[in-house]
């Protein structure tokens, strides 16, 4: 087991930041090589900023796709105790240089033990569809996906419990080396706005103690086909019994996905639960 990363308190002080931006411009959160991406936009600020001599680390909570936004996306970097002394002073910094489509919130001092994604007890998302007979809003349609289908929510509530709980999702995930599938899902429940420009827009809540890749969007894919009446329930229990990928599951476009929150527990049990997050998740027996 890999031991939890640790940060010097005399040489470094570890700081959190809040975030929110419009995925639509990047190409997901993680640095990659001549493309714009949030994690390589963040640390090259960040660095500039604050006169780096070695470039600024982020780790974040969660590592969004391409085109997928985020509202509470929480990240974590390691700076040298003399870098900053006011988090206040970095963000104001940060919202001067930084585009419209990417905003850091907050930046405060991170308590003992915390860790961006390890820490993490789980994450919120919230999937919005604008069905068959739901008028989608023009500025809207950056962040809500249309379907051609009517849903039914009484369809969708009693496909939930067939999903919640400890299980292998490798169904809805696309498999990568040495990485697990097993998960736990704690949420999952469906909503139509009633009021303002999105009235009419189903959002499908979805929260877990972590995802792999592709999770959200293929759930929301297996629930789309179940609410419209096109799959049944026992077609969604076989599915969900598969530990390989099933490919007669939709991944929905990246765009009506965005993280919302994450959850982190009590400080004094920051450092017991990165320790307990980088163990290998077993699902308990039936």
Known sequence: MSEVQSV???????????????????????????????????????TQILRLGTPATLVCAGR?????????????????????GDGAVLQRRLARVLPGDLLVRAVRPAPPGFDARFAAVWRRYVYRLADAGTPLEPLLRHQVVAVPVA???????????????????????????????IRTLLELHARRVVHGPS???????????AFCHSMVRSLVGALISVGSGQRD????????????????????????LTLEEVGYPPDDQLLTRSREARTVREPSPS
Do not use: N
């Open 151 to 181: 849903l039914d929510l009484d369809r969708l509530a009693a496909a939930a419990p067939v999903l919640l709980g400890l299980r292998d999702f490798g169904a809805f995930c696309k498999r990568r080396e040495g990485a697990t599938s």
């Open 233 to 256: 329930l026992a077609w969604l229990e076989r599915v969900t019994a598969t530990a390989a990928r099933a490919s007669d599951v939709q991944v929905m476009p990246a765009h009506g």
């Open 199 to 209: 009235a009419g827009v189903l959002e499908l809540t979805v929260r877990a103690d």
């Open 8 to 46: 010097d308190p005399v040489s470094t002080s570890r700081w959190r930041l809040d975030i929110s931006y419009d995925g639509a411009g990047f190409s997901g959160w993680a640095r990659q090589p001549d493309l714009r991406t949030v994690q390589g936009e963040l640390e090259t600020w960040v």
């Open 64 to 84: 969004t796709d391409t085109g997928v936004h985020a509202r509470g996306q929480v990240a974590h970097v390691d700076l040298p105790a003399d870098a900053l």
